[in-house]
């Protein structure tokens, strides 16, 4: 049975520990010389040396748990593989990166590209991904990871601009070809430090938090650098989603992860680190601006979910999600933001990160805002929480009568479990571009 192509971005189970891993794709003329790769990476996000990068002049891993099988001809095209054994992969090894690279031309340019993943032993698929890409030249096709215990494979579908030269060296493989002017493999160059907030108020958080606050705001140069654009400046502005059933959402702890994620955003590219916020359901509302200094209480001290003792007094400026409705009118709070953006500019461009898990239906109204909002200093990155309705934001890349293209969308069903480097990748892919073409038609 043919399995139906995942969703970028879905995950499942994966039961068997054997496994084949196939990059096929439709050989024609012109298109370039593909070759699959694999990288093995730790709970860093980063391979440990050399050794755990996995490819045609590297064919098998010295724990034996990936081996590159090599490329073979069938009547469709071209098939070049991988044998993976998940028993064998040592502990230290949290996610197996299967990438691929693109040599005298772009993934743009390759036909029918797909990854399947199947049972060695049956040869019965598990998974499969059918993947579409511009003018990248290096490709994060899928990874395997781990989840409490549980091995699961998730679509990724990342481009990169820079080659497998640029991908290795992000996480950590010494490329001996690299210019010397960059001796620190895979770390963010940029021609701007990043601001450290008014007070030192980094250096007031605690340990843990303080640290990964550096490590991604690391990434989030890293994912800028990938896309031509190190260095800018922009001013960040989060929103998020608090209708009903979002509720178990914040209780469970995964709005709290993704603040804290934003706000490494904000902290790179926003010169005092301050992000203005908005949280929504029927209504909207402006929250107080998240300060770094401020991230371990913001969220707690300024939302509070709607299981909460209705008896239980509401602090100084905190929401009651349930106050707000229960309803998705996304439209309301584009408005208010539009209107923050009008009313205060900025000499940056600005940067709108917004969260919902669907249950869209005012799609009419939406699409009128971000139609209306196309000539305004703003891009407009939304992220689905999960797998839901997100009616009209699926289809704004291809909505017409805008000045330029001021939208992306893309969605994740467990966003607690993508590595911040994939995230920061897919939140800024489109950013760099719309900075251009806005500056192109004198909105910027």
Known sequence: MTLPSLRQGANLRVESTRLRVELSWSARAGV???????????????????ADFVFYNQARHPSGAVTHLGRDETGDGIVDTFAVDLALVEEAIHRVLLCASADGGTFGQVPDLRLRVLDAVTAVEIARFDMTAGIETAFVGGELYRRHGQWKFRAVGQGYASGLAGLATDFGVTVHDEPAADP????????????????????????????????RKERVAVSLRKRGAEGIAARVILVMDASGSMNWLYEQGVVADVVERMAAVAAELEDDGVMQAWTFATDPV?????????????????????????EQGLLPGQVDMVALGFGNEEHKVIAEVRSYVREN???????????????????????????????????????????????????LDTMRGRHV???GFFAMDDIGDVPDQELYDRLLSEFPSWIEAARRKNIL
Do not use: K
């Open 184 to 215: 620190v493999v895979g770390r963010p160059v940029a021609t701007r430090p990043a601001a450290v907030p008014a007070g030192n108020a980094e250096e007031a958080l605690p340990a843990g938090m303080r640290e990964r606050l550096s490590l």
């Open 32 to 50: 370039p010389d593909v070759d699959a790769s694999a990288l093995l990476l730790t709970d860093t996000g980063r391979v440990r040396g050399d």
């Open 345 to 395: 500019p900025s000499s940056a461009p600005t940067l709108v990160l917004f969260f919902s898990d669907g249950g869209i239906y005012c799609d009419d109204e939406i699409e009128r805002e971000l139609r209306d909002a196309s000539g305004e200093p703003a891009f407009w990155q939304f992220v689905g929480l999960g797998d839901a309705n997100y009616g009209v934001l699926r289809r």
């Open 405 to 407: 293209d001021n939208v």
């Open 286 to 310: 402006r929250l107080p601006d998240l300060r770094v200094g401020e991230l371990p209480t913001w969220l707690r001290l300024h939302v509070r979910p709607g299981s909460d003792d209705p």
